[in-house]
């Protein structure tokens, strides 16, 4: 359990950082994904 | 205690007004109550006499070097000082007793606040709130920006700006090894005057309220540092507005963490819209361009096509025309043919 | 190879520009070896009441502002399609470059241990921190503008297949670019919310990041102008658009900069508004204030907007100097001018001569670089082998 804000903050932040960069390196995935059938004509 | 808010920013509120840490929202608020039965230290100004045996006492404690003004010399006072790389803690007197009441002293140092703003500006995380109260400084990773120096509100901090290979920032450290081996901090052991008082925060906090009570023509009815910025380790009392101990009255509660981070719950917000939403731009403009070339196609095609018809439609009416004219002339030819057959001819 | 002609075709080395900006750089070189050997107080004015100076406020704080060009021009030209601005998106890029490299040049100048930059990312990290934050975004942006600058590169020493391979990344570097900008722009400016009783009120305000990140743009869009004005003449013999393009691209941006500066001012009478700090502008404070507010925005903003009517030249010039000023002026207000308002007086900052000769090195030292590079490369024209990046 997280008695200061401060110990909560790091906590959370920290694993948001993770989570959008996960995010921006899928989204390049995904986008490829959704436009394959476009750049095959 | 302190608060966490998602995206929206407390604003400062300059006097009286000070936000209250339970009434306004609603929702998802944390509330962080911070490590039970933390220490914490309460002074008391109206009890400092102004003698420095505190300053004495810290340098002692911390191996740095005795004031460069000795006690009793009262030029001292003249300037209003501010710790430094060597003085952890200074005293500084707010009010001459020129006027026939005593002179007010307060001592400075670092307030040890519940939710340290150092703490939560520091990249490199090189500062921890312990649980016994006082907040530490890991001189490990530190990279020497500086920023929380820049964001210390009570300008607790200071930095070995004349070094160049391990410069540290240093501060009171609430002799927290003192503090681990069951003594009180070299401070409030020394102060002959009673000023400064050691023990648990909600115990001091108890005491404070209790001499505002039994003295209440001694003190003003606030204990500076229970509430401000999140609240302090270091607990006042004063005679005088703090205003005029160079203490910051009427602050926000809101911690300068909850302030200074709020902002940062956007940032996972532009990395997650702006994918899609600059895809979406990129797409548009594609768009657009795929759309304009086909349309000059057409138009170019088109005007191709009404070419063409047009020059058969010209061919053909000129050939009609022709046509027309000839059988026209044919039958002129004829009507004459008759016409002469008619009148005489050959017999 | 290289379309672009031999350096100005004097002889030897000792030309008046390389002279000048040689005894500026070796000044600089002295100072700062004396700053790495015997620590920063030998060089700076800087103290524990005033940790941050000139170094932080100019080369940190506006210098990104004034690299911004690099995501404002190349977004407009390839997520929003406004190809008539192709021509000035490599020179904007490579001051983007060169801005945000003197950026962390000048931060390894400042920071008490230099060598430990990278700790946040391979030590310890501090993700509550918005320099935390700052520092990510600016690693990765400083690697964008690195492999934006490429292609330019590859054109010149004639390695096609690199050159093709960093062409097609174009579209995804610039959104990454446009992302990484919003928010590092904005957070420079967000870590001055945690100093509500430090920096004076009319400049403090929760919509701090905003109103840095709007100024950022008008700053960028007033750099390529800026830019410009220096490199057409100085490039003049490889510049391959007519003198009347050249022009329509700075009534562009002059348009362009209007409209960013009457946001910008409309976001930061908003944040008066909100706070009610009309009363403040009759103060001392209130008079510099409005000479940063009425003196570097209104009045750019009304000489942008003539300039594009009328369309003069001069004029969109003047006003896109005059931006840059009024930006670095908000820069220096924020980190050391209205930070510490409260401080008494003999404890105020004001930088050292050897300060301003560090911070005057870096921005020669940037030009240096740039002249040289687009002496040699095609960034003020299209090489004729390659096709233009989409």
Redesign the interface.
Known sequence: MYYTLFDFLTHTEGATYVLIGVFLIGFIGFWKFLTEREREE | M???RRGF?G??A?GAGALSSGAADAGTI?H?????GRYGLLHDTTLCVGCRSCEVACAKVNALPEPKQPVGDLDVFET?R????TAFTVVNRYQDGDDGNPPIYRKLQCMHC????C????????FT?T?EGPILYDPE???????C???C?Y?A????????I??QVLRCTMCYPRIKEGLNPGCADACPAGAITFGRREDLLMVARDRIRKFPDRYINHVFGEYEF?GTSWLMLAGIPFRELDL?EG??HE??????????S???L???I???L??A??AF??R??TLAKRELEAALAEARVLGEEEMKAKLSHAAERAKKDKEKAVEVAVRKALAEQGEGGPS | MSIATADSGRNGIFTPFNLITGAILLGGAIILTIRFTTGLASTTNLSDTNPWGLWIGFDVMAGVALAAGGFVISSAVFLFGMKEYQPVVRPALLTGFLGYALVVIGLLADLGRPWRLPYPFIKQAGPTSPLFEVSLCVALYLTVLFIETTPAVFEWLGLKWWRRLVAQLTIVLTIFGLILSTMHQSTLGAMFMVTPTKLHPLWYSSQIPVQFFVSAIAAGISMIIVEGWFSHRAFHHQVQISDDQFRDINFGLAKGGAVVLVTYLAVKVVALSLENEWRLLATGWGAWYLVELIGFVVTPCILFAVAYRERKLGLARVAAAMTVFGVVLNRFNVTFIAFNWQVPHEMRYAPAWTEVWVTVSLITFAVVVFRWIAHRMPIMYEHPDYPALH
Do not use: W
């Open positions: 302190s608060m966490s920013v604003s400062l300059v944390e962080f109550e911070g490590y039970p209003v501010r710790s430094t790389t519940n939710e340290p703003c703490a939560a500006v520091c990249l490199v995380h090189a709130k649980p990773v530190c990279i020497g920006c500086r920023y120096i820049m964001a509100p300008y901090l200071s930095y070995e700006y004349d070094n160049p391990d410069p999140g910051n602050v926000t911690s300068l963490p909850a302030i200074g981070t709020s902002y940062l956007v940032v996972p532009i990395v997650t702006y994918p899609g600059l895809a731009f990129y403009t594609k657009k361009d």
